[in-house]
């Protein structure tokens, strides 16, 4: 039977997964004879899925380091990639995260199948296939043609793979395809492998940098009754127990502040956070976001530290490389000099135009000009100004540092005491894009009263990005928060210092909710549980909301 079954998947084998991955007119067929052999397996008294495995040594480590372990016996493990059955001799590819080892099989030396030691022999091998996850027990070795290989005494089957892998990954142009099966690209792509890696270590660089300056990592909530913090449009969940909405957060801001007035120093948060809008190749609604806040400094402070952290990050997660294209921008970290520069004299210089004095019609020609429009309930000062500079910004490679930002686009953010109508605020701005944003935080509660007030009158003419009243926060600060500053930036910065779009940038990015067709073809008898009750949880929704 087993003979059988590999001619067929030999007779297949162009025919299987040519340029779309999953999408294939014999996935049942393949499946079906998989699974056979795992049936095999079983009849055999061997687990096809046993619950106990060993590994000695990664597969890079013995072939990096290949005089360390000439002849001794180790378990190896990894997912079979190419098998060579030649008479009595087999030759087997595996690979786990670290790298490929070569199996090299004799039958005279292979121990043959036991069912009590759940070992599998040379003449089992047939029930093995491209994708199953093996373990293998035997003597490092170079086998004549000098490459580093395991002479198998004994082989295990750790996983049996019921769908056989792509032959290729390259080809594959359809994006959303890619994302929805994003561990098979992982699979095959060991770059894609090493990337998440990469974003990993980023945030680790980040968390020891700070560490390191005696800032506290305290997680804060990501359920919150007000949101605010950012310009963003919350997701609304709904709190059984407490029967009231809640938002999931778009800033990690103002809990953290509390925490300062709590009496921390210096504080951060690393997490997810949301925000219910578009998808760019810059945004995705959910991504991982960092902020620290430091009690008793500036922004002035805070443009210096922000350097240091850069540097830091560079050295350790890209090797210290200091040049990058970002946005088709040529971006030189490595300058001694990150210029700072003003915000309305940057919009003065392109536009000829006066933020603060010139009416908002006047502006809106202005950006209209340009070729930017808003939706009416958005043509206030606030977005028309953010959407003039947002035409200069992609023009910047940078780094500069962008400072006084004007107070109305900046709630939270503490008065220049020489000039009220800014703000001691400043963005790094790089490659097009502000990669961070921080300021010195206002700590007056009259004031940020007033500017609640302001924000909320914006949302309700429309604004629904305006920042929520939170009276807590204000309340907090009757009680007094020290003088401090804050800093913000979240993974895109990785996105663009990678250069590649936010999608590529997590590892699974939201799609809407659909079934690829060869998912259809497997389960058909059991869709209509597979489906997301959509229409209940709206209706649950509803009327939790109407209570």
């Known amino acids: 039977m087993a003979d059988v079954n590999l001619k067929q998947i030999k007779n297949n084998k162009n025919k299987q997964f040519s340029n779309v991955v999953g999408q294939t007119s014999d996935i049942i067929a393949q499946r079906k004879i998989r699974m056979e052999k795992a049936e095999k397996l079983r009849e055999l008294g061997i687990d096809p899925y046993p619950p106990k495995s060993e590994k000695d040594v990664s597969n890079a480590e013995i072939v990096s380091n290949f005089e360390k372990y000439e002849g001794k016996k180790l378990n190896v493990t990894g997912r079979i990639f190419l098998i060579r059955k030649m008479g009595k ?9 670290s790298g490929k080892i070569q199996l090299f099989l004799r039958k005279n030396v292979v121990k043959p199948l036991d069912a009590q030691e759940q070992t599998i022999g040379f003449d089992e091998l047939s029930l093995l296939d491209r994708g199953d996850f093996v373990q293998a027990y035997g003597e490092v070795i170079k086998t004549q043609t000098g490459e580093v290989s395991i002479l198998v005494e004994k082989l295990k089957i750790l996983t049996k793979s019921l769908r056989p892998l792509p032959d290729k990954w390259k080809g594959v142009k359809n994006e959303e395809l890619l994302t929805r099966r994003r561990y098979l ?9 090493e990337r998440f890696v990469r974003r990993s270590k980023f945030w680790q660089a980040v968390r020891d940098f700070l560490n390191d ?11 919150e009754l007000v949101t605010g913090g950012a310009d963003a449009k919350p997701f609304v969940t709904y709190y059984n127990e407490l029967d009231q909405d809640f938002y999931l957060r778009i800033s990690h801001e103002l809990p953290l502040k509390k925490l300062l007035g709590a009496g921390y120093e210096k504080v951060y948060d690393i997490g997810p956070r949301f925000r219910n809008e578009g998808f760019s190749p810059e945004h995705l609604p ?59 004299q940057l ?17 809106y020609k202005v950006l209209e000009k340009n ?42 953010a503490k008065s220049d005491p020489n000039n009220p109508e800014v703000t001691m605020r400043f963005h790094l701005v790089a490659g097009g894009t502000e990669m961070t944003n921080a300021f010195s935080e206002l700590n007056d509660p009259q004031d940020q009263l007033e500017r609640f007030i302001e924000q909320q009158k914006l949302r309700e003419q429309g604004d629904d990005e305006a920042h929520m009243l939170d009276i807590d926060f204000v309340e907090m600060l009757e009680y007094g928060m020290p003088p401090a500053t804050g800093f913000g930036m979240s993974e895109r910065v990785f996105w663009l210092l990678e250069g590649v779009s936010a999608r590529e940038g997590v590892p699974f990015a939201h799609y809407k909710y659909d079934l690829m067709e060869d998912t259809k ?22 009327e939790n909301k109407s209570k």
Request: one cysteine or more.
């Open 185 to 193: 690209q992982m699979i095959l792509d060991a770059k894609m492998r």
């Open 89 to 97: 001799i087999a030759f087997i590819d595996v690979r786990d995260q």
């Open 286 to 344: 959910e991504h991982i976001a960092m902020e620290w806040y430091w009690a008793y400094a500036d922004y002035m402070t805070a443009i210096k530290f922000t350097k240091q952290m850069f540097i830091y990050i560079l050295d350790k997660v890209f090797d210290g490389k200091r040049k990058f294209t970002i946005r088709g921008l040529e971006v030189d970290f490595s300058k001694s000099d990150w210029p700072i520069v003003d915000y309305a």
């Open 213 to 223: 300056h005696g800032f506290v990592e305290i997680n804060i909530p990501v359920l």
């Open 371 to 412: 070729g930017r429009t808003l939706e009416p309930n958005q043509r206030n000062r606030n977005r028309v100004v953010d959407s003039l500079w947002k035409l200069i910004r992609v023009t910047i490679a940078g780094p500069i540092f962008l400072v006084n930002v004007p107070k109305f686009l900046s709630p939270l």
């Open 347 to 363: 919009l003065k210089e392109r536009f000829n135009v006066d933020i603060y004095n010139d009416s908002v019609e006047d502006l």
């Open 521 to 542: 073809k497997v389960y058909k008898d059991i869709l209509k549980y597979i489906a997301p009750q959509k229409s209940k949880l709206a209706k649950c929704l509803k």
